[in-house]
């Protein structure tokens, strides 16, 4: 599985949208960019995920450069329920066993 | 409703003792997986296991063993050669559509 880059933190205030990066160079072409987010002491939780065209769902929508080399989660509207670590992570298609490479991921804080 | 029950949320153990973790999924996936997660930090691959009977080491096996003799169990034991088993266990199992779904996970103290 391909590596990813994120911000180690980002602070967003509550109402405005919150935009989260995501590097990796090295994805394969028939590797997906999944997103997962994990609010203390819980199991991470599927957001969202996308082979190479944008995707949107009612928690968020992800954009993905044309070269797939990034991209971006947006939350709309960050609630301080968003408040959470974010995981980009890339790995092969749905229903492929294979491993999934967690990072630190990004320290999303949302405020008043 | 299909989910991921992992147990028991807390765990204690006494130095020297190998404990089980439970995890047990009624989504008929094939694949199911152990992380540890440390505080601050991100997930660590345990064991993978793609289907019953079968199963792989991941990026730190060592003091861990794990059985998948039933597609919906994948428990987890922490042997006593586990140097530092204080930690946050996470099992996920993986799907066809949205790919991971995670327990809640067990927290294990060593006492």
């Known amino acids: 599985d391909a590596k990813t880059t994120q911000p180690t933190s980002m602070d967003c205030a509550e109402g405005r949208a919150a935009n989260l990066p995501c590097n990796h160079s090295t994805i394969s072409g028939n590797e997906y960019v999944y997103w997962y987010r994990q609010i203390h002491s819980q199991g991470p939780q599927y957001i969202i995920h996308?082979?190479?065209n944008n995707e949107t769902n009612e928690m968020a929508s992800l954009i993905i450069t044309e070269d797939r080399k990034s991209s971006t989660l947006i939350l709309p509207h960050a609630t301080l329920r968003d408040t959470a670590v974010y995981y980009c992570?890339?790995?092969?298609?749905?229903?492929?066993?294979?491993?999934?490479?967690f990072g630190t991921g990004t320290r999303l804080q949302v405020t008043l | 409703d299909g989910g991921i029950t992992q147990s028991p949320k807390y765990l204690f153990r006494k130095e020297g003792q190998n404990v089980t973790l439970s995890c047990e999924q009624n989504?008929?996936?094939?694949?199911m997986y152990w992380y540890r997660q440390d505080p601050g930090q991100g997930l660590r691959l345990i064991y993978y296991s793609q289907i019953v009977n079968d199963f792989q080491k991941g990026d730190i096996a060592e003091g861990y063993s794990v059985s998948r003799e039933k597609k919906e169990s994948f428990p987890l034991t922490v042997t006593s050669a586990q140097k530092n088993p204080t930690a946050f266990y996470l099992c996920?199992?993986?799907?066809?559509?949205?790919?991971?779904?995670f327990g809640s996970g067990t927290r294990l103290t060593v006492v």
């Open positions: 992570i890339v790995s092969l298609p749905p229903g492929t066993a294979s491993k999934l490479t």
């Open positions: 989504l008929n996936h094939d694949a």
């Open positions: 996308g082979l190479k």
């Open positions: 996920a199992s993986r799907g066809q559509i949205y790919g991971y779904t």
